[in-house]
């Protein structure tokens, strides 16, 4: 199956990205390297039996929305995120951009591209920040 996941080189994402080349999909992932690392894919770069595609792109970018569309996954994993509440209270305008426009982004993409399903993760703690 064809898959892309956003945010795949953060720590969840690029577990996520893991299990599902060992499960032999083909993977893309999207991510802007902001708080994740290349170091997070090392193996899974260094295997070459994997189908693996890493593109470092900002979900706010309309680059995104056409790379979805070109690669036309089945199923799209959407773990692209700004989700340290310190910064969204800092910089409210920014975590929305971030968090809105690249998620409708990701969500057109998907559309266009006729992905079957989205999966949006998230947290309580990055939607109601520490009590």
Not at 13 to 26: K, M, N, P, Q
Not at 58 to 63: F, G, K
Not at 70 to 76: D, I, K, L, S
Not at 111 to 118: D, I, L, P, T
């Amino acid at each position: 199956m064809k898959t892309l996941v956003t945010g795949g080189a953060g720590f969840i994402g690029s577990t996520l990205v893991d299990r599902l080349l060992a499960e032999g999909h083909a993977v893309d992932v999207v991510d802007d390297l902001s708080s994740g690392s290349l170091a997070n894919l090392a193996d899974a770069r260094a295997d070459r039996d994997h189908d693996l595609r890493v593109h470092q792109l900002d979900i706010r970018s309309p680059e995104v929305v056409e790379l979805i569309k070109r690669r036309a996954p089945e199923v799209v994993f959407h773990l692209a995120a700004q989700a340290d509440v310190r910064v969204s209270v800092a910089r409210p305008a920014f975590d929305a951009e971030v968090n809105l426009v690249g998620s409708l982004n990701v969500f057109e993409g998907a559309r266009a591209g006729g992905a079957r399903k989205v999966v949006f993760a998230s947290s309580g703690g990055t939607i109601y920040g520490d009590p």
